[in-house]
Nanobody, 126 residues
């Protein structure tokens, strides 16, 4: 089993940066990849970015390309999401989740993700 804990959210102004962390415990390397997702009020949860544990292959939603960077520290069992040039439309609860087979988050899918964290709130004011 894998436990995930997100942190790093907060209230920032438009144009600012935040770095989110997802600390994994249990058996994180049993998963092929880890993804970041977000859910804004009254909207569906959506894919943001993903990374494989091993080779570090990454994938991004169009909304994140050029502004967000996903990375991982295998020694610390932590995945990061560096978010720059934040916009009010980035306001959401951000979740990390594990992909056991690499068939979900790398392609932008939510289905198939098995373990989820409780999320961290990011609020971007205009």
């Amino acid at each position: 089993q894998v436990q995930l804990a997100e942190s790093g959210g907060g209230l920032v102004q438009a144009g600012a940066s935040l770095r989110l962390s997802c600390a994994a415990s249990g058996r994180p390397f049993s998963s092929f990849a880890l993804g970041w997702f977000r859910q804004a009020p009254e909207k569906e949860r959506e894919f943001v970015a993903a990374i494989t544990w091993g080779g570090g292959t990454t994938s991004y939603a169009d909304s994140a390309k050029g502004r967000f960077t996903i990375s991982r520290d295998m020694d610390e069992n932590t995945v990061y999401l560096q978010m720059n040039s934040l916009k009010p439309e980035d306001t959401a609860v951000y979740y990390c989740a594990t992909d056991p087979y690499g068939s979900s988050c790398l392609f932008g899918y939510l289905s198939g993700m098995d373990y989820w964290g409780k999320g961290t709130l990011v609020t971007v004011s205009s």
